[in-house]
Nanobody, 115 residues
Framework: QVQLVESGGGLVQPGGSLSVSCAAS????????MGWYRQAPGKQRELVAQ???????NYADSVKGRFTISRDNAKNTVYLHLNSLKPEDTAVYYC?????????WGQGTQVTVSS
C-alpha cells in the first residue's frame, strides 16, 4: 500500500512563492493519478491540481497560471509549485494518489500566506 508524506509548507508573504513535495513509499507512484487538494478552515477540501500517469495536468480556475504540478517518477515524488500567492491560498495542502481501486491521502502540510 502506498504511503504519502507531504513537506515544504510554511509561511510566505503575499506575492511570494513556495514549493511543496509529496514523497511516496511502499509502492511506485507511476500508475496513479496524483492530486493536490487543499482545505481552509471552515471550508470543504477542494482539488487544486491533478496530474495523470501520462503527465497531463489540470488545475482549479483559482490557481491556473500561478501553480504548477509536476511529478518525478524516478524519485517517486510529486511537486506543487505555488507562485503569486494570495492570502486566500492559505490552507492545509494534501497529496492524493488515486486509482480505480483506491484513494490514498497524505497527512497534509500547512501553507500560510500572510504579511
Amino acid at each position: 500500500q502506498v504511503q504519502l508524506v507531504e513537506s515544504g509548507g510554511g509561511l510566505v508573504q503575499p506575492g511570494g512563492s513556495l514549493s511543496v513535495s509529496c514523497a511516496a513509499s511502499g509502492s511506485s507512484l507511476t500508475p496513479y493519478t496524483m492530486g493536490w487538494y487543499r482545505q481552509a478552515p471552515g471550508k470543504q477540501r477542494e482539488l487544486v491540481a491533478q496530474i495523470t500517469s501520462g503527465g497531463a495536468a489540470n488545475y482549479a480556475d483559482s490557481v491556473k497560471g500561478r501553480f504548477t504540478i509536476s511529478r518525478d517518477n524516478a524519485k517517486n515524488t510529486v511537486y506543487l509549485h505555488l507562485n503569486s500567492l494570495k492570502p486566500e491560498d492559505t490552507a492545509v495542502y494534501y497529496c492524493n494518489a488515486a486509482s480505480p481501486y483506491f484513494s490514498v491521502w497524505g497527512q497534509g502540510t500547512q501553507v500560510t500566506v500572510s504579511s
